[in-house]
């Protein structure tokens, strides 16, 4: 029989930020379809009952925990139901984090208590959970992947949202310094970076145009929460047990495109349309 490089059974699963209705549920959705127990964190019990019930009244192995990622009570209250969890800890998701409307400035706007509360929001909870679940692998001697989200903003240029892309540019500074420390433990420390994901979230500020994504993603689509959650739990899995430090941009090539090229991946510059159909013919 086949191994099951995917399957996660007999597994315990952390999902902070797992209430959210976007990438978060996605990932507890599916890693608990792969056979783990997952422990779904969020700070709002109103989101558990919303995102999370409903996964466990399918049947599904998902455990809300109502806690704040941001506090050391709040860790120690996912540690305490991990602990109580039938099955062996494995890992991590670190979803919690984003950025509001109102977050979007200049960077002459910005405050000290807008910065910090950016890098709370998005590097300190991952940091700190993330040191947690870590020291509780390396005390039972197991090995374990911790992923968390990034964001193409930590991976290129953030106009008008310097606290947010500073915040997960860290992130990836962290997984991959944690990458090096815990190797030796079998820990291994990965991220992605989502391009534009149509997320409830994202839909407070990103409006529907097609024409748009066509113009600026490779793909000619915006991501959906699904195809990040896949992302992730590849990296969890054992088809990536030799993966770590690295940052895995999930972008459906944003980051690819130029913003001098057109729609058709050609630069805006060649004005010359017989030159144009010239290069691009088959």
Known sequence: MAQDFIGLDGKVVVVSGAAGGGIGTSVTRLVAQAGA????????????????????????????????????DGIAA??????????????????TGGAGPATWMPATRVTRSDWRDLFTQNLETMFFMSQAVAAELKSQHKPGSIVSIS???????APFHIGYGTAKAALVAATRTMAVELATDGIRVNAIAPGVTATPASLMYVDDDPDRDQRAIAMGRRGNPEEQAGAILFLLSDLSTYITGQTMLVDGGLNLKWTHMGADHTSLFLKDESFRAAMTRS
């Open 151 to 157: 964001s193409i903003s930590g991976m290129n240029t």
């Open 37 to 72: 127990t997952v422990i779904a964190v969020s700070r709002s019990e109103e989101n558990l009952n919303k995102h999370i019930e409903p996964l466990a009244a399918e049947g599904l192995s998902v455990i809300p925990v109502a806690a704040d990622a941001a506090t050391d």
């Open 78 to 95: 996912v540690l305490h139901e991990v602990r109580r969890t039938e099955g062996e800890l494995h890992g991590l998701v670190n979803v």
